[in-house]
């Protein structure tokens, strides 16, 4: 079965600072997403990961994929009030179809 | 060009009541996924259906839960005697074929009292 984990849970982290969040995943996975909740919202769709190796930029985010780490890091530049939200990773198996999430990594960013 | 859409928003029900939550996919997709957020957690499968077939139900709780993709119509989510422990937010998502970007819906925010 496949289990994704997040580490932190729980980040709160003062404007302008730099961190990094990380997503372990169990086994081979063919797409690796990254989401935006804020609260009592749906997901936002942030990045979507396909090969080893790829990375993608969007503002103060950048999204990695190591396949055979089975690792994958939410890199945030830089960070801004605007950013606090919780940000899950998901791993989808293409037989599968269903995505596997994380258990949330709460992001608090403090002036 | 709407994208998921799911009804109600809200949905407050008294124990032993029974829920129904629908979705509907963006238009052309025929795939869709149902998840359960319970609060302070991540999001959990519960089913994937396809057009009149449920392809895997290996998160759906074996009683009280069914679900449904008619081939006309939305992707309703039952819930048969409603119990405390399933408060939670349902969400749908869909996508054009099974390993495409799944859209996600707003979510249907369920309280049973």
């Known amino acids: 079965e496949l289990k994704v984990e997040q580490n932190p849970l729980f980040l709160s982290m003062q404007e302008g600072k730099n961190y990094t969040i990380y997503c372990n995943y169990s086994?081979?996975?063919?797409?690796l997403y990254w989401y935006r909740q804020d609260p009592g919202k749906s997901l936002e769709s942030l990045f979507v990961?396909?090969?080893?190796?790829a990375v993608k930029q969007e503002g103060r985010l950048m999204a990695s994929l190591d396949t055979k780490a089975r690792l994958s890091t939410l890199h945030i530049t830089a960070a801004v009030h605007d950013l606090s939200a919780t940000y899950f990773c998901?791993?989808?198996?293409?037989?599968?179809?269903?995505?596997?999430f994380g258990d949330g990594t709460t992001l608090t960013v403090k002036p | 060009n709407a994208g998921v859409m799911q009804n109600p928003r809200h949905l407050v029900r008294r124990r032993g009541q029974e829920a129904r939550l629908r979705c509907s996919p963006v238009?052309?997709?025929?795939?869709v996924y149902w998840y359960r957020q319970l609060p302070e957690e991540g999001l959990k499968f519960m089913v994937y259906?396809?057009?009149?077939?449920?392809?895997?139900e290996s998160g759906m709780p074996k009683e009280r839960f069914s679900a449904e993709f008619p081939k006309e119509g939305p992707s309703i989510l039952r819930i048969q005697q409603v119990v405390r422990g399933d408060s939670a937010a349902y969400f749908c998502?869909?996508?054009?074929?099974?390993?495409?970007?799944?859209?996600f819906g707003p979510g249907t925010r369920l309280l049973v009292l």
């Open positions: 998502a869909s996508s054009g074929w099974g390993v495409e970007t799944q859209y």
């Open positions: 086994t081979t996975s063919d797409r």
């Open positions: 990961l396909l090969s080893n190796g």
């Open positions: 998901a791993s989808v198996v293409s037989n599968a179809g269903k995505s596997t």
């Open positions: 238009k052309g997709h025929s795939h």
């Open positions: 259906l396809q057009k009149e077939n449920i392809i895997d």
